[in-house]
């Protein structure tokens, strides 16, 4: 039950920024991610970091108090035993909406930096987007299905331990039959990057033209899903479903240990968000 926690604070962004301290760093983490990718000028560093305030407080005075919330919800679902497979699609599904409006709260003011971009800066961005494109494909590439599947048990069992403190060998199982019987996507989540990334050069190459920029980042960034084939879609979906059935298998093979542990560390990521939330709003008032 942890791990579906876990895997919906990631799909919240914030992994990286589940706790008051690092969320305090959020600004900087961010900067250091944007120059990895684009070294701005002057003028557009200035805009850009001031694009940065302004989300930040907007989602700590606003985004946060939703977070909290659901991840309450998802604790009661969890509590009364009402969690089904198909209410957990709903609560990603949720989450991913919580994306959607950090990108719709940016877009008027990230659309100038776009704009503003040289020949050189687009360069500098697709040649990085192309790396990593390059390094997830090597990642993946050679593996037998065995060493694939042995490698989302380990992944899956230490993002299990994060959550429950260790997984018991029967957990261990549930996960190993969990990947066993998942349908494969990755080759069609590897076309979809490839897709994603084409049209995005696309947009970049093609910026000068606002109305144009402003429907291609639109669509990649809230509708990304459209690039996807319907068999992707469909495959997605199941197994997304077949995830809330094994955190409802995990949950039911708790320990006291385990259950204490887990509670524990949800319910303290709630006061953080609560307690950040509460602190941007005094602030504005």
């Known amino acids: 039950m942890k791990k579906g926690v876990m895997l919906l604070v990631f799909v919240l962004g914030l992994s990286a920024c589940s706790t008051k301290f690092s969320y305090r760093f959020l600004d900087w983490a961010i900067g250091w991610e944007q120059e990895d990718y684009v070294t701005l000028d002057k003028s557009q560093q200035k805009v850009f970091d001031t694009l940065i305030e302004k989300l930040v407080q ?38 991913k909406r919580h994306w959607f409006r950090l990108f719709e709260f940016s877009l008027p003011e990230l659309l100038p930096i776009v704009m503003s971009l040289n020949d050189e800066q687009v360069k500098q961005i697709l040649a990085k987007l192309r790396e990593d494109e390059r390094e997830l494909v090597k990642k993946f590439a050679g593996k037998t299905a065995e060493q694939l599947q042995k490698d989302a048990d380990s992944n899956l069992q ?64 809230t509708q990304a ?51 950040l939330n509460q602190e941007a709003i005094e602030k504005e008032t």
């Open 58 to 95: 907007w989602h700590q005075s606003t985004e946060l108090s939703q977070y909290a919330a659901q991840l309450t919800q998802v604790e009661n679902l969890i509590k009364t035993n009402a969690l089904t497979p198909q209410l957990w699609v709903e609560q990603v599904d949720i989450a």
């Open 158 to 221: 230490e993002q299990f331990n994060d959550w429950l403190g260790s997984v018991s060998a029967t957990q261990k199982e549930l996960i190993h039959q969990y990947n066993q019987q998942r349908l494969s996507t990755l080759d069609m989540w590897l076309e979809y990057r490839h897709e994603w990334l084409r049209q995005f050069e696309v947009a970049l190459w093609q910026r000068a033209d606002k109305a144009l920029l402003t429907e291609r980042l639109t669509l990649l960034m």
């Open 225 to 275: 899903d459209e690039l996807k084939s319907e068999q992707h879609k469909v495959l997605l979906r199941k197994n997304t479903e077949a995830f809330g059935t094994l955190l409802l298998a995990i949950n039911a093979s708790l320990s006291e240990k385990q259950s204490t542990h887990f509670y524990k560390k949800l319910d303290k990521l709630i006061q953080d968000f609560t307690e």
